[in-house]
């Protein structure tokens, strides 16, 4: 078995959709945006807070607790609350003790970052806060990342390429980079085709964080 064969079957290699496929989603997607999107809870979400984050991670070694903070409590939903749950003020205090270690560790790169966070500060259950702290570091490069987008970007693969085996669960590097991919070519397509009504990278990323919900949902009621 030569290394590429071995790579695919680890599920190293995940191919992003072709442009005949990319355009397929699109017009999939295209009908049922604003419907989904609509639904994203903008008020447990808050984007002054998104964006005002986004900016301290611009310099990383400038990244105070305070920041680490708030960024990781806007990931896991927990603004405004009074009781955050033990699990996460855990990983938020070692998260704030480490960082300055961690920042001063980082190679520049998102795969070779990826590994400084998640060998440093990573773990079994971690890996959806590892990736976001990864695209606080690579906005440009690294998508936000979590079960319910995952999952509606697998769904909408399957649904255009027969025979897509899909991961019910990222865990992975390579699953941050499939959610790249993705976004990338139905983004890409789209503008090629319908340039009119392409939505933002933000907006397709409410999608399917709505869309993955609802397909979970769903599933849940079968």
């Not at 995952?150 to 025979?163: F, I, K, T």
Request: net charge positive; hydrophobic share 40%; aromatic share 8%.
């Amino acid at each position: 078995m030569s290394a590429c064969e071995r790579r695919e079957k680890h599920g190293l290699i995940q191919h992003p959709p072709s442009e005949a496929e990319a355009w397929e989603i699109a017009k999939a997607i295209r009908p049922q945006l604003a419907e989904y999107a609509d639904q994203y809870p903008i008020k447990k979400y808050l984007p002054a807070v998104y964006q005002r984050v986004g900016r301290e991670f611009r310099q990383p070694t400038e990244v105070g607790p305070g920041t680490l903070r708030e960024a990781l409590l806007w990931k896991y939903g927990h603004l405004g609350k009074s009781a955050i749950p033990r699990a996460h003020e855990l990983l938020i205090s070692q998260l704030q003790r480490d960082w300055p270690t961690v920042a001063a560790a980082l190679r520049g790169a998102p795969e070779d970052d990826f590994r400084v966070l998640d060998l440093r500060v990573g773990g079994k259950t971690r890996f959806i806060t590892i990736a976001f702290l990864l695209h606080l570091l690579h906005p440009g490069e690294v998508p936000l990342i979590d079960q319910h987008n995952y999952r509606a970007v697998n769904a909408l693969l399957a649904a255009s390429r027969p025979g897509w085996r899909s991961r019910t669960q990222p865990s992975r590097y390579a699953d941050i980079t499939l959610v790249a991919a993705f976004m990338k070519a139905v983004l890409t397509a789209w503008r090629r085709r319908a340039p009119a009504s392409v939505p933002s990278d933000r907006e397709l990323d409410k999608f399917l964080m709505m869309y993955g919900k609802s397909i979970k949902s769903n599933e849940q009621c079968g």
